[in-house]
């Protein structure tokens, strides 16, 4: 059973700084491109990140360029997103996501979702 566990959202104020963590179980961590999306209430998913298996290609929506940075240890089976400057605008639950490629997460190709931590930013 495949399973994308996610850790270390919670309540910051704006301007803060907070970094989730996604340890999957079930699949070979070094085969998948990593990722993470968003989803405030009353919108649709979105992409926000991706990393390829090698950890030498990312992607980034515009939104979060500059403020949010992506990483994955592959020895420890972990996908990092380190938040900062984080912004009202940014409070959604987010998902951890492991598909193919880069690309194709961006096009909300995924294999594997985890079930989401929520991440709130007050103003």
């Known amino acids: 059973q495949v399973q994308l566990v996610e850790s270390g959202g919670g309540l910051v104020q704006t301007g803060g700084s907070l970094r989730l963590s996604c340890t999957p179980s079930?699949?070979?961590?070094?085969?998948?491109?990593m990722g993470w999306f968003r989803q405030a209430p009353g919108k649709e998913r979105e992409f926000v990140v991706a990393?390829?298996?090698?950890?030498?290609?990312?992607d980034f929506t515009d939104s979060v360029w500059g403020r949010f940075a992506i990483s994955r240890d592959n020895a420890k089976n972990t996908v990092y997103l380190q938040m900062d400057s984080l912004q009202p605008e940014d409070t959604a639950v987010y998902y951890c996501?492991?598909?193919?490629?880069?690309?194709?997460?961006?096009?909300?190709?995924?294999?594997?979702w985890g079930q989401g931590t929520q991440v709130t930013v007050s103003s």
């Open positions: 990393i390829s298996q090698s950890g030498g290609d990312t």
């Open positions: 996501a492991a598909g193919t490629a880069v690309r194709a997460l961006r096009r909300k190709q995924v294999n594997y």
């Open positions: 079930g699949i070979t961590f070094s085969y998948y491109t």
